[in-house]
């Protein structure tokens, strides 16, 4: 037993000193990141991909500040970047696979590299802001207003996201801006407490007005299809409703062109908000209708509206989707209930647009 202690122990000792040779002693020389065909990085190899991208402010979504823990941080890689690692197996799909998509904080730079990114990404940077507004919308949910510093503006999508910088660490989590593209001297978030979360946590019991933010973006290839004239069914809730609150107002600016439902949902009234300047929304535009409905409504909801899980709801209002379009927002359970209740609609699956968390 001591033996096998001892062994362990060397093999520990040897693999640590292996490592650090290998970050500190060896020299991979100048290596040329090539993205794109186009666009070429001069680096000197030994990090990660991940991290020189960063360097050179090319921000690609990663939570976890290059961990292998998130698995957003996906690249396709033409040549030079070895074989998968066991690491990213599990983040990486067959199909993936075999088109040479990679985890960029898992491939080593150790000699010249052709990777491919899409090119929305590359518009991405990184902001310092200001909190200048934190309302409380229910009992687990606040609104975050951050306005931009250094005279910098933001342009997005309506319904893409932002990824917020967790202070004193590397680690960041994506939220949806849940403001309309035409002000973009600020990003709004909608951010429910999670327990246990790191970034939820700090963002509902430390950050306080005034504070100095990081966030980088903007990402994410969930946004409104402008080139469609077709009507608009939304379905979300909770903080679901940011990135269909972006795409709604933004509609609203433009005199709201098409129909557009909103089915909202959550558990009792508590867990509702928005209600009013939603109301007032129906009123300005016959052509949008708010729907919320409630899973679980309290005895002391007095609720006459829709019961029920909000897909259910979705199944009883919608006889006919051919003639639109889907964007949903939610966990990965309502997302798939959705689709199926949309296809048998008659709404074709390419045409529903989702982004789940």
């Not at 096998?4 to 020389?29: C, D, P, Q, T, W």
């Not at 050179?56 to 690249?75: E, L, N, Q, W």
């Not at 590397?170 to 999670?194: C, G, N």
Request: charged letters at 25%; glycine letters at 8%; hydrophobic letters at 40%.
């Amino acid at each position: 037993m001591i033996t096998i202690l001892v062994i362990n122990l060397l093999l520990l000792i040897i693999g640590f000193i292996l490592l650090i040779a290998e970050k500190f002693l060896i020299s991979y020389g100048e290596c040329t990141i090539t993205i794109n065909k186009e666009k070429k990085l001069k680096v000197l190899g030994g990090d990660n991909l991940l991290t020189y991208l960063n360097t050179h402010k090319i921000f690609i979504p990663s939570a976890c500040g290059g961990k292998a823990t998130c698995g957003f941080c996906k690249v396709k890689v033409i040549e030079g970047g070895g074989n998968i690692l066991p690491t990213e197996e599990v983040f990486i799909t067959s199909a993936e696979k075999r088109e040479g998509v990679r985890l960029a904080c898992q491939v080593k730079v150790s000699r010249d590299l052709d990777i491919e990114i899409p090119e929305y990404l590359l518009g991405a940077e990184e902001f310092q802001a200001r909190v200048e507004r934190i309302q409380i919308l229910t009992h687990d949910i606040k609104l975050i207003r951050m306005r931009i510093e250094e005279g910098k503006t933001i342009n997005f999508k309506p319904g893409q996201y932002i990824q917020f910088k967790i202070p004193g660490t590397e680690e960041y989590r994506a939220y949806s801006i849940a403001s309309p593209p035409y002000i973009r001297d600020k990003v709004e978030l909608i951010v429910r407490l999670v327990p246990g979360g790191l970034c939820s946590t700090y963002i509902h019991k430390v950050l306080e007005e005034g504070d100095p933010v990081i966030f980088t973006g903007p990402f994410g290839d969930f946004y409104l299809r402008e080139d469609s004239k077709k009507d608009i069914i939304a379905i979300g809730g909770g903080c679901g409703m940011a990135p269909i609150r972006s795409i709604l107002y933004y509609l609203a600016r433009k005199g709201m062109p098409r129909r557009f439902l909103y089915f909202f949902g959550a558990r009792a009234v508590r867990d509702l908000f928005f209600t009013e300047e939603l109301r007032e929304l129906e009123k300005k535009f016959p052509q949008f209708k708010y729907i919320p409905a409630l899973s679980d409504p309290l005895p002391q909801d007095h609720w006459e509206g829709e019961v029920g899980l909000i897909t259910e709801v979705v199944d009883r209002y919608i006889q006919d989707a051919r003639n639109a379009e889907a964007y949903l927002c939610g966990p990965p359970p309502m997302i798939d209930a959705a689709i199926r209740v949309l296809t048998r609609k008659g709404l074709r699956e390419e045409e529903i647009y989702f982004d789940k968390f």
